[in-house]
């Protein structure tokens, strides 16, 4: 990096890996603004790097915080009452939010598959996923929509800025060339298919 003098620095990561690689590429002279990283990106590794990663940009897949209605139920209904189990500072962070949004989704196919009524079994649910249309967990998410040919739902995420105390969303949820990816998906799978 100092070498180089990069425009940007995109850290593709996870765990504590992560905090230190922002806390190097910042001691090595690139700006905060210029560090990009990935999802796992999270408020744990901003109070490990400090003051310094204000700036600091992610992709992320749930909006962080506390401002989402499932979230504010979570909060008055299992965590308020002495229902919840861990750390209750963790309620609303980014890696809990992830955890609720992906659960919202399986309950959600789980509740759309039963709609004809139970056991729920793997055909009722996978039918429950395929009914799934512009979801996004009360705005805990971007909207996905799951069908038999696209199980991610769309692969929607937004950019959002570490502001010095939380994650701020710079963008708008959007998916990124989603023709390329899925003409890559298609040739991999053809390839794989052929034996290759």
Not at 26 to 37: A, K, L, T, V, Y
Not at 41 to 67: H, Q, S, Y
Request: hydrophobic fraction near 40%; aromatic fraction near 8%.
């Amino acid at each position: 990096m100092r070498r180089y003098r990069p425009d940007y620095v995109m850290i593709w990561g996870a765990g504590g890996g992560q905090a230190v690689s922002v806390k190097t590429a910042i001691q090595n002279g690139i700006r905060p603004e210029q560090i990009h990283s990935v999802i796992w990106l999270a408020e744990t590794d901003a109070a490990n790097v400090g003051p310094m990663m204000k700036g600091v940009k992610r992709f992320e897949a749930t909006a962080a915080g506390m401002d989402h209605p499932i979230i504010q139920r979570i909060q008055e209904k299992v965590i308020a009452t002495g229902k919840g189990a861990g750390d209750a500072k963790n309620v609303g962070t980014s890696y809990y939010n992830l955890g609720v949004a992906t659960m919202a989704v399986s309950v959600e196919a789980a509740r759309l598959g039963l709609a004809g009524g139970g056991p729920l079994d793997g055909d009722k649910l996978k039918a429950g996923f395929e009914q799934i249309k512009d979801y996004n967990a009360e705005g805990l998410m971007p909207a996905i929509t799951i069908t038999a040919e696209d199980h991610q739902g769309g692969g929607a995420g937004r950019v959002s800025e570490w502001n010095g105390e939380a994650w701020v969303p710079v963008s708008e949820w959007q998916a990124a060339y989603p023709e390329l990816i899925r003409q890559v998906i298609v040739d991999s799978a053809a390839k794989y298919k052929a034996g290759h």
